[in-house]
């Protein structure tokens, strides 16, 4: 369904979704609301710094203050359900004067002032008469691009009603195992009459969701009763001569890992494993030696990053290694110019053997992969379903070796890894030392001191924010990535001060990053598109703006962009509107480095999968960052039966959504 078939929405607001990666009524649809309000909560006004929802009714008209010509608020007068009286407060919404009047009756998120009393600052409100009768959950969807909530409500329930079901299971087998068909949970989804139609509909998306990694887990040990035909040779000794060029010893780990792959190597059947490993702790160069071991035994071998920014460092590395072992490498990528790729690939599809590096461009149909004894993927978890299995469709006896430096708790790591062999990473080959601080809002102008201090030391400082725009969330004004770089580049000076998000084309994008690494500039503003593969050396200041708006994998993913070089490394949380329960999650970040047992804290914290009991203070949060093992043994069950009656290959195949459903991580 097209977006422009959608009623209110025209050709502005169809440039502004695209730029949210939402391109049709399907992707519309699948636009999930952030956290749900619960309509029945009998929260009153109260002078206690918790976030909480608040029925009231306003009983004077809205006044608009202005401060300054950036800054203004409005309030008004109000009382709850027990006459308790206060002003609600909008900060920099001069618009709330012409949407509230006297007599409305409002729902409030949001919590009492902290420096001025009976003021209740408001994150979100919904009018009573805008809201559907019998409705008890109210959801509540991330803004952006100036489209409020109502507007996003609108846009998304037509969307639901119009869209086309988008299962890519059969309807009479979708019919006899679920109650819910997908499209009705999509549906409740987006308007739950309670908690538990909530938790059936997130169950029913999860399985759908879970499906085709069971069926790819299948692939791989299906793939492991093959006989592969490439034989390797003198693991030992091309290893000794790579060893000899670095600067440092392996770690143990490091050597168990290689001892796995060893082992894979010189069996008969294909390798399927995955190493994972913290930030750091060195998977690149067990990577890379054992890339030298494959081309030297006469096969390519194929290296594969997210990013190009990320894939260029890998090459940049390579090459001083493989060219003193006098062997081909080559980098691939979609900004490569047409002559220079026709060149690539004839090289590649030659006799010689070469180790190619580059972007998901190395899958393309020129390339033959019929004579590349090994693959490699960096950071799979963003690596697709239907891109693996295309792998295994160009050459089903490929060595498959996978690196993550995402820690999965361990109790999930059985949806994740089925059919993966695992090998872990422990300590980085040199402990880092980055000291976590947690920064209130009166601190931050000594935080910056301190960094100004250490900048004319030689430090670089990373300040990442989850919005780009300050309009993508009202309640976060003047700490998205273009607002921090504005008062950075006052603070500072726009000569020494970057911005990079993912608005900005590909080319822009690694020109500032290479510009932040090669360059005199000192503080770069980003989202969490360095999270990861930015390798600076001299980086040793993270600043994570709002941490309470990520998930603790991503921060400790942040964390692990300083200190690279083993030098003393700082981390700056600057949370503004930290809940109670946000405050619990960053403390533990702060007090831990352990990126596995992050993820577990983050896991069990968030109640794994079970997160639909509780409510607090009105509010039900992050329903969709997890999925539980019994949801997960559901789905097991049901693609048995799904395989006793159809061909697998053939469901997955006419799958509209295999690749754009995203199994949640924990990111």
């Known amino acids: 369904m097209e977006l422009k078939d959608i009623k209110g929405i025209g050709e502005k607001r169809i440039q502004i979704l695209k730029n949210k990666g939402i391109n049709s009524g399907e992707d519309l649809a699948m636009y999930f609301p952030k956290t749900y309000y619960d309509l029945n909560s009998k929260e009153t006004f109260k002078e206690d710094g918790k976030y909480k929802l608040i029925n009231c009714e306003v009983t004077g008209d809205v006044k608009l203050v202005r401060i300054k010509k950036t800054f203004n608020y409005s309030y008004a007068e109000c009382t709850d359900i027990e006459n308790n009286s206060f002003k609600a407060v909008w900060y920099n919404q001069p618009y709330i004067k012409n949407a509230i009047k006297t007599g409305d009756k409002l729902y409030l998120y949001g919590k009492n002032s902290n420096t001025k009393h009976n003021y209740f600052v408001v994150s979100s409100f919904r009018n009573h008469n805008k809201i559907q009768e019998g409705t008890n959950l109210l959801p509540v969807y991330r803004t952006f691009g100036g489209l409020g909530q109502t507007t996003l409500s609108s846009i998304i329930n037509d969307a639901v009603q119009e869209i086309e079901t988008p299962t890519y299971l059969p309807e009479f087998f979708e019919e006899k195992q679920f109650t819910l068909s997908l499209k009705k949970a999509i549906k409740t989804i987006h308007s739950p009459n309670s908690l538990e139609e909530l938790h059936s509909a997130k169950e029913r998306l999860d399985i759908e969701n879970i499906l085709p990694y069971i069926k790819i887990s299948e692939d791989l040990k299906n793939n492991k009763n093959l006989k592969k035909q490439q034989k390797y040779v003198n693991f030992d000794d091309i290893y ?56 030297k035994s006469g096969y390519n071998a194929v290296l594969i990053a997210p990013t190009e920014i990320l894939a260029k460092q890998h090459y940049q590395e390579a090459t001083n290694y493989f060219n003193q072992l006098g062997l081909n490498v080559l980098f691939l990528s979609s900004s490569t110019k047409a002559k220079e790729r026709k060149e690539i690939v004839s090289i590649f599809n030659s006799l010689e053997p070469t180790l190619l ?49 995402t820690p999965i708790p361990r109790s999930m790591s059985i949806v994740y890894y089925g059919g993966l062999d695992v090998s872990l990473l422990n300590n980085p080959p040199k402990e880092k030392q980055i000291q976590t601080n947690i920064v209130s809002p009166q601190k931050e102008n000594d935080m910056w001191n301190f960094i100004e201090n250490k900048i004319q030391d030689g430090s670089k400082v990373y300040v990442v924010c989850a919005n780009i725009d300050d309009n993508d969330d009202d309640f976060y004004q003047g700490l998205s990535v273009k607002s921090m770089y504005d008062k950075l580049c006052k603070r500072f000076s726009k000569d020494i001060v970057l911005m990079a998000h993912g ?33 600076v050396k001299n980086a040793d200041i993270m600043v994570i703006v709002s941490p309470e708006k990520f998930g603790l994998a991503t921060m400790h993913q942040l964390r692990g962009r300083v200190g690279r070089a083993g030098q003393q490394a700082y981390c700056f949380c600057l949370s503004q509107n930290i809940s109670e329960k946000s405050a619990d999650r960053i403390l533990f970040f702060k007090e831990n480095l352990n990126g596995f047992d992050i993820a577990e804290f983050d896991y ?17 949060e992050d329903i969709f960052e997890l999925i539980s093992l019994n949801t997960f043994n559901k789905a097991k069950d049901i693609y048995e039966k799904l395989k006793e009656e159809y061909n697998t290959d053939e469901v997955f195949e006419k799958s509209l959504l295999f690749n754009k459903l995203s199994f949640k991580t924990l990111n």
């Open 240 to 295: 000794n001569k790579f060893c000899d060029f670095l600067p440092y010893k392996l770690t143990d780990s490091q050597l168990e890992v290689l001892s796995d792959i060893k082992k894979d190597f010189y069996s008969s059947s294909p390798m399927n494993r995955l190493v994972q490993g913290d930030v750091g702790t060195g998977k690149t160069i067990v990577a890379l030696i054992t890339c030298a071991v494959c081309v």
């Open 357 to 405: 590096i580059g972007t998901h461009s190395c899958l393309s149909d020129d390339l033959d992969m019929s004579r590349t004894g090994l693959l490699i993927i960096d950071e799979q978890h963003r690596f697709g379903v239907k891109q693996r299995s295309a792998i295994l469709d160009k050459n089903s006896t490929i060595d498959f070796l996978m690196l993550s430096a």
């Open 503 to 535: 608005k900005q084309d590909g080319e822009t994008e690694n020109k500032t990053l290479s510009l932040f690494r090669n360059s005199d500039y000192k503080i770069l503003v980003s989202t969490t598109i360095i999270e990861v593969g930015v390798d």
């Open 604 to 620: 069990k914290s968030r109640g794994s999968g079970n997160l639909l009991g509780t409510t607090q203070h009105g509010k039900t």
